[in-house]
Structures are given as structure tokens and as C-alpha cells.
């Protein structure tokens, strides 16, 4: 991952800030330096760093932009680039560049995992987490930590795994382990195994059983015979006595039947005739008795009933006199009803005839009128009063339209017009008009004019005021504008060069002042040592000695007195010196050395305050150049400041810029006020054509109402024409509508007198009114109903009085046959007639009912008689058979017979039940044997074998028993599947094991090898690192020390340091500075061992070398420089000197300048 | 066949194993083992109901009815039963003893019905009754009277008898070394010189036949019992005609079919893809498959960018395969195996400290002494504990037991390599 550029949207004091890293470039190092004094937003830089990729933390960056604090940036990710913004938020606080928000994996899948944390104290350095890490990395914790000590970052969790899989290996199978599942399955298998072993049969076991079961059945099958043999003599023994009574019995029977032997045998079916017979002969006589009875009482009835002959022959025509008579009652009643009716009805129409005046009318049909005679009349009658109306209508429509007329024209009159239609040219002239106020309208209301003179007066307000702003200078924007002013370039070039020059000079007095101190301490210094120590410099040695020399050569060339004591001072203050320097060997030594510090410092000040003076003519020199480059633009520019001509610049593109805009707007007031004043001239010239005069100079307001007031006027007297014309039209239509309904009225007088005279109403003189053959129609509506009624009620009393004569006729006639003498009232001899048939019909039926009866009777005797005689002949052959005298003595005979077939019968049963109970055939035999037997002997003989038999019958059952157990046994074998589904079962388990196993070995095996090799990865990788981290530290130190070392002091490792002098120092005992460089040099092999096995992350360090002297930092940025190859380094820093330092270690890092508060530039 | 003379026609089938128990990791699934349970059994059950169906005239059992150490009587039972119902409906039963009946203690307890021949250790040749009138058929047999037959068994059969059919029964490993075999061991050409019309053997449990002068079968195992006896399994339903022809039916008649299922997941980097891949393979096999039910073992191959996460995830792959075969319907998993790779390009990136440690591991650490002696320790301390039945894990030999342990060691390695790499979030 690379950072391409960080955006400080809304953080810490930040608002819009930016910083852009640029493309890393191939083959160079990407180092950048990233400088800005104090309150610069160094530290804010780095925090919103962190921001980004890991969330918005703290609320410490918040003080200005509370909840809406923002960083965003440009990430390369895998060789693309990638826009974040990171807002503060709970969740979904990661967007891309499209404000879309993102998962946090997108940036943290390139950290390789490590946390905020790990990056702020491996790659992400200031003094406090360079210290903390550092410290952290020694005591072998954090990532760094273990990577130096134990593992690689990729493999630190990695022993943890490990341990799970071991775990998961356990849990099959672990010494000394109750629970595993390997103790399950042997212990499923051991159940299964004993559950087979239960309910299975071997091979062995079945020829056991087999063997079993057949000595079993052997045993049974011989105590089952000896109890056959038992049994059969118990059975003999138990024949024999039973058989013994049966012998008495015999005998018995055969006592009875010797009085019976004499009976002759009569049919045996004469057992069961015999009570019939006596019963039939008893039922007969009753009946016989019964019937002769009932026969003489019959004849008697038909003797006393005589028939009435005359009566039955009429008997026929009753039915006809009955309908007559029902008809002579009706008449009686009905014919006085309605001979009244018929009255009624006469009267009714006679005062029909009155009402229409035709009461002496003969033929009183004829005055019934058709009905379509009645139809015409009365369609006629409807029409005429829609003609009627009509007429009236059409009348005063015609009336209304001519006065219509008459007021339109009078007020066209008033109004000054005629009737006649305008001009064209009149037309026209409205049209031009109403055309040229509509343009003139569109033109005030469009405000054009006005707005484009606001823009004029804003646009050269804005011009005048710049143009002022350029003084001394006055003149016009084209003399302005065609000035040759110096390029950018140039200008951006003085400045610079004067920037440069300025630090030239402030740097070289700065080292002037600090070395002038120098010399005048270091003077100071050798003063006090000559004073103290009384040692003179090696100068006033040599003077002495040189004045010892010179006394001597004046002595030797005088050889007097004087000399010799002048020598002999000379020599002694040589001899004092040089015995004082001899003595003081080491206040001498000093003396010397800052003699040398002071000659040095004098020449380096020497050549800063040459260099002052270089940096100071050349300034004079730029100056100089700036001014004579703004006196050629104009003499009065010449005396302007040097810095201020390139504010004045600023200022004349400023000017030149307003006065461009400045042009258009002109222009566009120049139009509108043209286009204003043509439509002001078009629309006074319409008003004249239209005869309206006004000016064209009038104004607007002035024209548009003129206009208004003519087209209004003109507008009026069209309406006003247009309404005379329709008046005249209207008349015209309503004359027309009059004439018509005219015609229609004397059509319908013609028809009216066509239809009367068609029928007797034309008769009269005169065609009757309207009215008059409406009341007639009403009056004869009823008259031919009236004497059709009349007509019936006649026809209906003629027939009723030819019923009652018939009835009358038909008695008459009937009395005379019965000889009866006539009446008046045919009534009442009818009734008396109907009585007298209705009589005799009923003496008739019972007298044929009786004769009837008595036939039946006489038929049934007959039957009994025969019955009676062939019943007396089967009586006759029983009493002849057995010579008795009556039926009863007969059943006596024929009971005794029965009695002796029943005992041959028992005779019979009783020698068969002997032969079969002592199992033989021969009865007389039988009887035989019998008689020698002995009762008691054979009671004692039975018991004896009943007991033994009962005994051998339990053995036999007990046999049995154990005989089918065996056979059960054996059975129970089956050839059921059991067994083989156990084993199958087993052999489940069985693999389950194996599986296990196997499972189990490869988890250990492959955890052992595995264990094994991390071993001696670790072992690799830990050399590789502190071989890094070794040579890192001896640049650092500048080879003060030789190497780190991991030396092992009780439990566990820890690094200590080997200065090149010999020796070793734990980190600890090192000075603050020399330990930063430790932990420096740390960080620089684990981000190298890093990148290694990950994709690179920014190396971020925020002034950590405050504590380094100047060449050490100076080695710091060499191994800096070296990272930077492998991924972006970024270092910050307020101090100008380790900017140079890293531009002159490594010459293609970039170095970003930041300001307080103001948005960083880039490259400066 | 109309017009033509009835042709002898009976079903032909050896190594049946009664009893002999499925050997499948798949059978943990309670439901699975209820309906393929007792297979061979089952089996046994529809080649009787075969007869039945057919109305054939015989059956002829060429050896191996049951496991050399099956003892149980039940087993016996059962067989007896199963004959008797042949017997019942007129068919005969001929057998020979192969080299596990020969073990067996059973077949000397057990009584046949009398329709069942049983060749002892001498030949014999028994006139076979036709149902249905037709040419005269001899059978031949001769039994292993021990487990153990080092010599050929052909020559000591009786002559065939002119103007029948005949066939000679017998269990033998048709092409086995004389020296090393010790099933009886003949050679093709002895069966075809031999004069008889049809040779049905039994011992070898994947099925082939023959024709040439002699037809020769050997009819496989009727059921497989375990994933090195996979593939379709069946007995023969033969017709002979009089002149010696023989026309040959193969039957399934086994309930549970045994099938390795390859799956190429070469390239594949996609799970759903791979998981995809996994249940079309699954659904080929069962469509060729013949048997009621597919016992399946997956074997994932190929260079894949998934390789660490099938290898870590196995039992994942095993659940979805287990849910493909529920969809493709009698269809089951066995196990799910892989020895997949990650392809040479992710294989080893350098810098890349898994693949360091993957280096490590196959260059220095497995072949070590020093590993070897740790493995040695964990593997004597785990066989210490081993039921006996277990015991011969690894192997019977010095050789295959070195073999198996290095095999367990790299793979248990890959294995946690593949959970290692997981741990870093990578593995795919």
C-alpha cells in the first residue's frame, strides 16, 4: 500500500488541506520529507494518517469540526489507486470516492492484519511510541517482538493452531484418557461382540443341541409305549366290569315279554288312524245337525216377499224426470228477474236517443258510428290545437324581430356609424397597430434595458476602482494593457533567488555571531590557563628564547659585564619558562590545543563573513535588477519597492481583467437602448396611419394608452354594425316561419268537413262545430253496448219457459202408467212417483239375496251325507280285525302291541351293549363268560392298573417336556439375520475405529512435522532479523557498535548491544539517544523482514531524531533512504538542517513544506 | 425354441459370503444400514427368487457360501431354508466347496434338503434330472477338502461322458501361478482341452467369461461388500443347448453397488462450482449404476486454487455431496477423499511464509531421523491401545507399514498446512 495523497477535508485545524506524495518513482527511493515549524500540523498529519485507514479515534482533532470531521485520500492499493474518506461515524465510516461507503476490509486486507496499535508502535514512529515499541520489541511482546524472539509475524498464531489440533487428535485417543473415543468404540465393540455371542449359535453348540434332542425324543418315545401297554389291560379290566350289570338287565326284559307273545300284529299305521277316526265321527253328526236348521229357515223368508211389477217397468225413465224437474225449479225463480232487466235496458237507451236528438229514430243501428269514421274525427280534433298555437307563436316571434331591428340601427345611429361595413385600408391600419403596441409592450416589460444598465454601472465602477489601485501609475486600459511586463518566470526567479540569498546572509551572520563568541571565549580561555598556571604559549616562549639567542650573540661579540647580565636575565626567564612549561606539561598541552581552536575559528569566521558579503552584493545586485526591469515598464514604477512589483503585476492583470469585462457589458446597453428606440418610432407611426396623431418621442406610457384608447373605439363601433346585420337577417327568418303555420291552419279545415260529411253528422244543414261532435262522439259511445244487451236478456226468457212445459208433459205421461190420478202441481206428483219406484226396487233385492243362500246350503249337506257313509266303513274293518266291539276296545288291542316291540327293542340293545363292551361278537358267548366272573377280583384288579398307568403317564409328560425344549432349542437356532446385522454392526464400529486411527495419526503426525519445521523456521528468521537489525544499528552508531547479540539470562532471551571498544551494554544502560537508535534500527530490520513475506505499508515517523547528532541522523537517513526502496518512507520534521541532511543523503527524496494553519504547498 | 429341444438352462453363481458383513463407513447412517444391511443375504435371496422366477433346472453354487471364519449357525439356517424352497419347486442344487467352506466349521453340521448335491473332496459325476424330458447332462465336481489347493484340479475330474452335456463345477484361480497360488490354480487351456461343455467356477470375485471349446464363467461376486469390490455385480443365467453352445445372462441381483466417483476439480476456484461439479459426478454414477442403492467414495483430484479448503473443509465437501446424493435419490457417501494441490503458480510464493514452511516440511522435516522417531513413538503408543482386531491398521508387513506411516505423515502434514493457511485468511 502507498499513500498517493492525503486530504485534510475538515480535521484539527485543518479545513481543505491536502498533501500529495506524487507517484512513486521507478528505481528511486520513496522517501519524503515533510517539514513545517511548530503548530504546523505535524502530529495532526499523522493522526489523520491513521484516521484514514483505521477510523476517526479521538475527539482531540474535533475542536473545530465536531461531527462533521473528515480526512480522505488517495490509497495505491495493488497498483490501482483508490479514493477514501473516512467520516466520523459509528459504522460505515469508510466512502469511496464517490461518497459510497465501503467496507473497512477494502484498506485493511492491505495491513497484512496488523492493528492500530502494532502500526503505531512498529511503523508509525514518534519519541513516545519509538520508546514504548522499542521497549515493547525488546520484552519480546507485539508483533515485532515476536518476530525478533519467536516467530514471524505470519506464524505467531500459528503454535496456537497447533494446540487445537493436537486437542482435536485427543479427543480420539490420549494417554491415560478415560473419555476418548477410541475407549467408545472398544467399548461398543465389546458390547456387540457379548450381544452376539448371546443370542448366536456356533457350529459346536448345534451338534450339542442336535445330540440332546435326540436322546430326548429316544426316552420319550419308550415310556410313551410302556404306558400304551398299561392302558390297554386298565381298558380290559374296566370292560369286564361295566359289563356285568348290563347282564341282569337282560334277563329282565326277557321276563316281560312272555305274556305279551300271543297278540296278533295289526298294521302298525292303525295306531295313529284310530283317534282321527274317532274324532271325524263325532265332528260329522254336529254339522249335519247345523245345516237342516238353517235351510228351513231360508224357505220362510222367500215366502214372505211379493214384487210391484208396474213400479219396476218405469224404474228406467226416472233419471230423465229427475233433470226435468231440476230445470222447472230454476225457471220458476229466474224468469220474473228478468223481465225486470229487460226494462231497465229499454229505458236506458231511449235517453242515449233524447241526448242526441234522435228519439223518433227507426233503425236505431244506424245511428252507431264506424270506428274509423270516430278516428279521423278525433285525430282531427288533436291537431287542431297545435295548429292553433303555432299561428299564435309565429305571430309574435315576427313582431319582436322588427322592433329588434328598429333599436339596433337607431343606436349605430347615436354611435356615429352606418350600416355600410368598413374599409380595408381602415382595417389595415388597426392591425399595424395592435402589431407595433404588442413589440413596444414586449420591449418595456422585458426590462433589457434597465438590466444591462446596472451591469454597466457595476462593470465600470469595478474598472475605475482597480485602476486606481495601480498608482503611481495613471493612464488608460490600452496603454495598460500593451505594457512588455516581465514573465513569471523572471518574477518567481528574483524571488526565490532573494529568499535563498536571505538565508545565505542569516545563516552566515548567524555563524559569524556564533563564532566571534567562540573566539572571544576560547581567548578568554588561554588567558586563564597562562594566568593560573603561570605556562606561557608556545609565542612568548619563542619570544623568550629569541631574546636569550640575541643576548647571547650581544655577549659573545662584547663578551662585558653588560651583556653577561643581560644574557644571564635572558637565559634565566628562558630556563623559568621553560621550566614552568616543563611542570605544567598539561595546562600547556590545553593551551596549545586552544590556541589551534582559536586560529580555526578566526579562519572559518574569516570565510562566513566572506561569504556574508558575497550573499549580501548579490542581494544589492537582484535588487538592483527588479528595479530597473519595473523602470523600463514605466518611469514612474522605478522607484517602487523590489517586492512590491510583482504585488503591482497582480494588481495591472487585475485591471486588465475588469476592463474586459467591462467591454461586453457596454455593449449590450448600446442594443438594448437601439432596440428600445425603434419600437417606440414604429408604434407612433401605427397611431397616425390609424388617425390618432402622436409623437414618437412621447414615451411609452405616453403611446401604449393612445393605442389602447384608438383600438377600444374602433372595437366598439364593429360590435355595434355586427349587431344590425343579425337584426336584419333574424326578420327575414321569423316571415318566413309566420307563412307556413298560415298554410297548415286551412289544410285542416278542409279535412274536418271531408270527415263529417262522410256519416249521418253531415246530414244536418250546417258541418257541425268542433265542440258539438265531440259531446256527440261521448253520448253514442254507450249506445251500441246498450242494445246489444237488451237483444240477450230476451233469447234467455224464452228458453226457460219451454223447460217447464216438458216437465209438466213427462209426469203426466208416468202418473198414467201407475194408474195414478193427475194433479196441478207436477211437483208434488213427480215426488210421489220417484217414492213409489224407489219402493219396490228395494223388495226386489232382498228377495234374490235369500234365494241365493238357500242354494248354497242345500249343496253342502249333500257333501256331508257322502262323508258320513265312508267313515262308517273304515270303522267296520277295526272292530272286525281284533272282533271288539267298539273303537275303543281297538285301542286297547294296539297299546299292548307297542309295548312289546319296545322291549324286543331293549332286549336287542342290551346283548349288543354287552358284545361291544367286553369287545366280542358272540353274545351267547358273552352271557357265558360273564356268569364266571367275580365282582370284588376285578374291582382290585382295575385300581392296581389305574395307578399305574397315571404313573407312567407323568414320566412320559415330563419326557415330553424336556423332549421339546431340546427340539426348541435346536429350532431356536432359525436362520434369522440377528447375528449377521450384529456383526455387520461390529464391523461398522470396527471401521469407525480404523477411520479414527488414521484420522488420529495423521493430526499427530502431521502437528509433530509440522511443529518441527516451525522449529527451525524460527531459528531462520530470527537470525535473518537480528542480522538486520545488527547492521542497522552499527550504520546508526557509525560503527560505535559492532553488532546486536540475543543472549539468553534466565527464562528467557533479550538483546544486548557490543560496542566496537568491547564489551556489551543492555538497552538500558544506553543514553537516550544511542537507545533511539536501537529502536530505530529495530524497526528498520522488522519493517525489511515485513515487506518480506507482505505487501509494503508507509513507513511514518514523526521527529524522532531530536535526541541523534548530526552524523548520526545523517546515517538514520541513509537507512531510511534504503527502506524507501522497498516501500514510501515519510518523515517529518521542524528542523531545516535534517531536511538538507536528507537531500544531500539521498538526492531524489521530496520534500513537502508545511505552514501554520495555511494549506500546505507541495515542492516550494 | 420352439421345435427345438429343451435347452438345460440354470443359474450360475459362486462367492456368495453369506453373512459376510459390508465393510463401509457408510453404514454409520442408521438408515442406509437398515436398507442395505445383511446385503449378501439379500442378494442370495433374489438369485433364489431368480430360479423360482425362471423355473430354471438347477443351481449350481461354484464355492465360497460363507467367510472361512464364519461359525454361525444361523447363517447356515438360512442358506438351508433358501434351498429348501429350490427343492421344493423341483430345482436342484449342485456345490462345490471352495477354499473358505473348507475352513468352515458350519458345513459340517448343516443338513441340505434332497435336492441339494454336495461334491465332497473325490469327483463325482451326477446325471442332472430335466424337468422337461430332453438330452442327457452330467455334472461334474469336485471340492476343496482342505483350505488350501496347491495343484491344478483338473485333471482329476472324471471323463466326460459322450452323447451329455457336460458341465464341471469347481473353485479355482483360473491363471494363478502354480507356485504361489494355493486356490486350485489352472490354466485356460487345461478347461478347454478338458471335454467339457461348461466350465462354472467360482474364488475370483470380479466376474469374465469365455468361449471357445468350452465355455468358461467365472460369475464375480453377487454382491460387493466393499469399496475394492465395486462396480456392477451379478450371477449368470445360462441355457445349454444339446449341442453344447450355452447362451449367457448377466443378472443384478445386488442391493447395494460400490463405486469410486472421481471429480476433476482442475481449475476450479469456485466451492459452488466444485460443489456442483461433485453432484453431476454423483448423478453419472448412479445413472450407471445397476444396484438398488450407489455406495459412493469421492475422490477429488486435481490442481485447484481451493485445494487447502477442500482439504480443511472435507467434511463440508462431505455434507454437500451427502445433500446432492438425497437429491439424486439411493444414492450414498461413503467418504470424501482429495489429494488435490493448489496449482504451481499459488503453490509457493516466495517470502511467502506457509510456503517457506511448506518447503521445510517436505525437504527436511519428513524425511528426518528425527521425525521418524517421534512418529514411531506415536504410532507405537496409539497400537498399544488398539483393539486386536485393529491392530493390523497399517499393514501386514515392515514394507506396506513404512509406506502407510509416510503416507500418513504427508497427508497429516497437507492437512495442517491447509489449516495453517487458513489461519492466515488465505487457502482461498
Not at chain 1, 349605430?412 to 389595415?428: D, K
Not at chain 1, 213427462?810 to 198414467?816: D, F, K, Q, S
Not at chain 2, 447356515?76 to 466349521?105: C, P, W, Y
Request: glycine share 8%.
Amino acid at each position: 500500500m502507498r499513500l498517493r495523497r492525503l486530504d485534510l477535508t475538515r480535521y484539527g485545524m485543518f479545513s481543505g488541506g491536502s498533501v500529495d506524495f506524487g507517484e512513486a518513482r521507478e528505481g528511486l527511493a520513496d522517501l519524503h520529507i515533510i517539514h513545517g515549524p511548530n503548530e504546523a500540523g505535524k502530529t495532526t498529519l499523522v493522526a489523520a494518517y491513521l484516521d484514514l485507514l483505521y477510523g476517526i479515534e479521538t475527539t482531540k482533532y474535533a475542536f473545530l469540526h465536531q461531527n462533521t470531521m473528515q480526512v480522505g485520500g488517495a490509497l495505491e492499493i495493488g497498483g490501482r489507486l483508490n479514493e477514501f474518506i473516512r467520516i466520523r461515524q459509528s459504522s460505515g465510516s469508510l466512502l469511496d470516492g464517490q461518497n459510497r461507503p465501503v467496507p473497512d476490509i477494502a484498506i485493511r486486507a492491505e495491513l497484512g492484519g496488523i492493528e492500530r496499535d502494532g502500526y503505531r508502535n512498529m511503523f508509525s514512529l514518534d519519541d513516545d511510541s519509538l520508546e514504548k515499541g522499542g521497549d515493547e520489541i525488546l520484552n519480546s511482546r507485539g508483533d515485532l517482538g515476536k518476530l525478533l524472539f519467536s516467530a514471524s509475524t505470519g506464524l505467531a498464531e500459528l503454535s496456537d493452531q497447533l494446540g487445537k489440533i493436537r486437542a482435536e487428535a485427543d479427543t480420539f485417543y490420549k494417554f491415560h484418557g478415560r473419555q476418548t473415543r477410541l475407549a467408545q468404540f472398544k467399548d461398543d465393540l465389546a458390547k456387540l461382540k457379548a450381544e452376539r455371542e448371546r443370542i448366536d449359535t456356533q457350529a459346536a453348540r448345534f451338534a450339542e443341541l442336535k445330540a440332546a434332542r435326540s436322546e430326548a425324543e429316544d426316552r420319550y418315545r419308550a415310556a410313551v409305549e410302556a404306558r400304551g401297554k398299561t392302558q390297554v389291560e386298565l381298558r380290559n379290566a374296566e370292560r369286564r366290569l361295566a359289563a356285568l350289570p348290563l347282564l341282569a338287565r337282560l334277563r329282565s326284559i326277557r321276563a316281560q315279554l312272555v305274556p305279551l307273545e300271543s297278540l296278533p300284529d295289526a298294521p302298525e299305521a292303525w295306531a295313529e288312524e284310530l283317534p282321527r277316526l274317532i274324532q271325524d265321527d263325532l265332528r260329522l253328526e254336529g254339522r249335519l245337525e247345523i245345516c237342516a236348521a238353517r235351510i228351513r229357515e231360508l224357505e220362510d223368508a222367500i215366502a214372505g216377499r211379493t214384487l210391484d211389477a208396474a213400479a219396476l217397468a218405469i224404474a228406467g225413465r226416472m233419471e230423465t224426470l229427475s233433470l226435468l224437474r231440476a230445470r222447472h225449479i230454476a225457471a220458476e225463480e229466474d224468469i220474473p228477474r228478468l223481465d225486470g232487466e229487460d226494462t231497465d235496458a229499454e229505458a236506458k237507451i231511449m235517453a242515449i236517443l233524447t241526448a242526441i236528438g234522435r228519439s223518433g229514430e227507426a233503425d236505431r243501428n244506424r245511428l252507431v258510428l264506424e270506428a274509423s269514421t270516430v278516428g279521423t274525427l278525433r285525430a282531427l280534433m288533436e291537431q287542431r290545437s297545435g295548429i292553433v298555437t303555432a299561428l299564435a307563436t309565429a305571430a309574435d316571434e315576427l313582431e319582436e324581430a322588427e322592433a329588434a331591428l328598429a333599436d339596433a340601427s337607431d343606436r349605430l345611429r347615436e354611435a356615429g356609424g352606418n350600416a355600410a361595413a368598413p374599409s380595408a385600408e381602415g382595417e389595415a391600419a388597426l392591425a399595424a397597430l395592435l402589431g407595433a403596441q404588442a413589440i413596444a409592450r414586449n420591449v418595456e416589460q422585458s426590462g433589457r434595458l434597465r438590466s444591462a444598465k446596472r451591469l454597466w454601472e457595476a462593470a465600470r465602477e469595478a474598472f475605475a476602482v482597480s485602476l486606481g489601485e495601480l498608482k503611481p501609475w495613471d493612464g488608460t486600459a490600452e496603454s495598460l494593457e500593451g505594457m512588455a511586463v516581465p514573465g513569471k518566470d523572471t518574477v518567481e526567479g528574483w524571488k526565490r533567488d532573494l529568499e535563498d540569498i536571505r538565508k545565505k546572509i542569516d545563516r552566515h551572520a548567524g555563524e559569524v555571531e556564533t563564532l566571534t563568541t567562540d573566539m572571544r571565549r576560547l581567548a578568554a580561555d588561554g588567558k586563564t590557563i597562562s594566568q593560573s598556571s603561570g605556562v606561557i604559549g608556545d609565542a612568548a616562549a619563542g619570544t623568550l628564547r629569541a631574546a636569550r639567542d640575541d643576548a647571547w650573540a650581544r655577549h659573545r661579540s662584547s663578551l662585558d659585564e653588560p651583556t653577561a647580565e643581560a644574557f644571564e636575565s635572558a637565559l634565566r626567564r628562558d630556563d623559568a619558562a621553560v621550566a614552568a612549561r616543563l611542570s605544567h606539561a598539561g595546562e600547556l598541552a590545553e593551551l596549545r590545543q586552544t590556541a589551534r581552536e582559536l586560529a580555526s575559528r578566526e579562519a572559518q569566521s574569516q570565510r562566513a563573513a566572506e561569504l556574508l558579503q558575497e550573499a549580501e552584493s548579490r542581494r544589492v545586485e537582484i535588487v538592483g535588477e527588479i528595479a530597473a526591469a519595473a523602470g523600463r515598464l514605466d518611469s514612474r514604477l522605478a522607484e517602487i519597492a523590489a517586492g512590491q512589483l510583482e504585488a503591482w503585476l497582480a494588481r495591472r492583470d487585475k485591471v486588465l481583467d475588469a476592463w474586459r469585462k467591462l467591454r461586453p457589458v457596454e455593449a449590450e446597453l448600446n442594443e438594448a437602448r437601439q432596440e428600445s428606440r425603434q419600437a417606440a418610432a414604429r408604434l407612433a407611426s401605427a397611431l397616425a396611419a390609424a388617425g390618432t396623431a402622436a409623437s414618437a418621442e412621447a414615451g411609452f406610457p405616453e403611446l401604449l394608452a393612445a393605442a389602447d384608447l384608438a383600438i377600444a373605439l374602433e372595437t366598439r363601433l364593429g360590435q355595434l354594425r355586427d349587431r344590425v346585420a343579425a337584426g336584419q337577417n333574424d326578420l327575414r327568418q321569423r316571415k318566413r316561419a309566420h307563412d307556413k303555420r298560415l298554410a297548415e291552419e286551412a289544410a285542416w279545415t278542409r279535412s274536418w268537413e271531408a270527415a263529417c260529411g262522410g256519416c249521418w253528422l253531415g246530414e244536418a244543414a250546417a258541418t257541425p262545430a268542433l265542440d258539438a261532435v265531440r259531446a256527440i262522439l261521448e253520448a253514442i259511445a254507450e249506445l251500441g253496448p246498450a242494445l246489444a244487451g237488451k237483444a240477450g236478456l230476451r233469447r234467455r226468457i224464452d228458453g226457460m219457459e219451454r223447460d217447464r212445459k216438458a216437465h209438466g208433459d213427462l209426469v203426466a205421461a208416468l202418473a198414467g202408467e201407475l194408474g195414478l190420478a193427475t194433479a196441478d202441481d207436477p211437483l208434488a206428483l213427480g215426488g210421489l212417483i220417484a217414492e213409489r219406484v224407489s219402493e219396490a226396487g228395494l223388495v226386489k233385492t232382498l228377495r234374490d239375496e235369500a234365494e241365493r243362500d238357500l242354494a248354497k246350503e242345500q249343496s253342502q249337506k249333500r257333501l256331508l251325507d257322502g262323508e258320513q257313509q265312508a267313515l262308517a266303513k273304515a270303522k267296520a274293518k277295526m272292530t272286525d280285525f281284533f272282533g271288539a266291539a267298539s273303537l275303543e276296545e281297538v285301542a286297547a288291542r294296539l297299546n299292548a302291541l307297542a309295548t312289546r316291540r319296545e322291549l324286543a327293542g331293549q332286549l336287542a340293545g342290551a346283548r349288543e351293549e354287552i358284545c361291544r363292551t367286553l369287545g366280542v361278537q358272540d353274545a351267547g358267548q358273552a352271557e357265558a363268560g360273564l356268569d364266571a366272573l367275580d365282582q370284588a377280583g376285578l374291582d382290585l384288579e382295575r385300581d392296581a392298573l389305574d395307578r399305574r398307568f397315571h404313573e407312567e403317564d407323568l414320566a412320559c409328560q415330563e419326557l415330553h417336556t424336556a423332549f421339546r425344549k431340546a427340539a426348541e432349542a435346536l429350532e431356536a437356532v432359525g436362520g434369522d439375520s440377528q447375528a449377521a446385522e450384529i456383526e455387520e454392526k461390529r464391523r461398522t464400529v470396527l471401521l469407525e475405529l480404523e477411520d479414527g486411527a488414521r484420522h488420529y495419526l495423521r493430526l499427530r503426525l502431521g502437528s509433530a512435522a509440522t511443529e518441527l519445521a516451525l522449529a527451525s523456521y524460527r531459528e531462520q528468521h530470527r537470525s535473518s532479523m537480528l542480522e538486520n537489525a545488527s547492521e542497522a544499528f552499527s550504520t546508526i552508531s557509525r560503527g560505535a557498535y559492532a553488532r546486536l547479540e540475543a543472549q539468553r539470562r534466565k527464562e528467557k532471551e533479550i538483546l544486548v548491544a557490543i560496542p566496537s571498544a568491547g564489551g556489551s551494554k543492555e538497552a538500558d544502560h544506553l543514553s537516550k539517544g544511542t537507545r533511539f537508535q536501537l529502536y530505530l534500527a529495530l524497526r528498520v530490520s522488522g519493517y525489511r523482514e515485513f515487506v518480506r513475506s507482505r505487501p509494503p505499508v508507509p513507513f511514518v515517523s514523526d521527529d524522532i531524531m531530536e535526541t541523534f547528532d548530526d552524523f548520526r541522523a545523517e546515517q538514520a537517513f541513509r537507512l531510511l533512504a534504503e527502506m524507501a526502496r522497498l516501500g514510501q518512507v515519510i518523515y517529518l520534521t521542524h528542523h531545516p538542517h535534517l531536511c538538507a541532511i536528507a537531500g544531500k543523503v539521498c538526492p531524489e527524496a521530496r520534500i513537502h513544506h508545511l505552514r501554520p494553519s495555511v494549506v500546505p504547498a507541495s515542492g516550494c | 425354441m420352439e421345435g427345438q429341444i429343451a435347452a438345460y438352462r440354470f443359474v450360475h453363481t459362486a462367492d456368495v459370503h453369506l453373512d459376510s458383513p459390508l465393510r463401509s463407513l457408510a453404514l454409520r447412517n442408521t438408515e442406509l444400514a437398515e436398507l442395505i444391511g445383511n446385503a449378501t443375504r439379500k442378494a442370495f435371496e433374489r438369485t433364489i427368487n431368480l430360479c423360482l422366477d425362471e423355473g430354471v433346472d438347477a443351481l449350481l453354487l461354484a464355492g465360497d457360501l460363507y467367510d472361512g471364519e464364519q461359525t454361525s449357525m444361523k447363517t447356515a439356517r438360512f442358506l438351508a431354508e433358501q434351498l429348501r424352497k429350490l427343492g421344493e419347486a423341483g430345482i436342484a442344487t449342485f456345490i462345490v466347496r471352495g477354499n473358505h467352506d473348507a475352513m468352515s466349521k458350519i458345513t459340517r453340521e448343516l443338513t441340505f434338503p434332497d435336492s441339494v448335491r454336495v461334491f465332497g473332496g473325490r469327483p463325482e459325476a451326477v446325471p442332472a434330472a430335466r424337468r422337461s424330458g430332453g438330452f442327457p447332462v452330467v455334472v461334474h465336481g469336485l471340492s476343496f477338502a482342505q483350505p488350501a489347493a496347491p495343484e491344478s484340479l483338473v485333471g482329476k475330474f472324471r471323463e466326460p461322458e459322450s452323447g451329455a452335456v457336460n458341465i464341471g463345477l469347481m473353485h479355482s484361480s483360473v491363471g494363478g501361478s502354480p507356485r504361489h497360488d494355493r486356490y486350485a490354480p489352472c490354466s485356460l487351456a487345461e478347461l478347454h482341452d478338458s471335454g467339457f461343455q461348461y466350465w462354472a467356477l467360482g474364488h475370483i470375485h470380479k466376474r469374465w467369461e469365455e468361449k471357445g471349446r468350452a465355455t468358461v464363467v467365472m460369475p464375480g461376486i453377487p454382491q460387493g461388500r466393499d469399496i475394492n469390490e465395486a462396480g456392477p455385480k451379478s450371477v449368470s443365467l445360462v441355457a445349454i443347448g444339446d449341442d453344447g453352445s450355452a447362451e449367457i445372462e448377466e443378472r443384478v441381483v445386488s442391493i447395494a453397488q460400490f463405486e469410486r466417483v472421481s471429480v476433476n476439480a482442475e481449475g476450479i476456484g469456485d466451492w459452488t462450482a466444485l460443489v456442483g461439479e461433485v453432484g453431476q459426478a454423483l448423478r453419472r454414477a448412479r445413472e450407471s449404476a445397476g444396484s438398488d442403492h450407489l455406495v459412493a467414495r469421492i475422490e477429488i483430484r486435481g490442481a485447484s486454487p481451493l485445494a487447502w479448503k477442500i482439504r480443511r473443509d472435507l467434511d463440508a465437501v462431505k455434507e454437500e455431496a451427502e445433500i446432492w446424493a438425497s437429491r439424486v435419490g439411493n444414492c450414498w457417501i461413503e467418504k470424501v477423499e482429495t489429494d488435490c494441490r493448489p496449482p504451481p503458480a499459488e503453490g509457493r510464493v516466495s517470502g511467502d511464509p506457509i510456503g517457506e514452511l511448506t518447503g521445510l516440511l517436505n525437504e527436511q522435516v519428513l524425511t528426518s531421523p528425527a521425525f521418524k522417531a517421534e512418529a514411531d513413538g506415536i504410532i507405537r503408543e496409539l497400537q498399544a491401545v488398539l483393539p486386536p482386531e485393529a491392530r493390523k491398521l497399517l499393514g501386514d508387513d515392515e514394507t506396506s507399514i513404512e509406506a502407510a506411516i509416510a503416507l500418513l505423515a504427508e497427508e497429516g502434514a497437507a492437512d495442517v498446512v491447509a489449516r495453517l493457511q487458513s489461519v492466515r485468511g488465505g487457502g482461498a
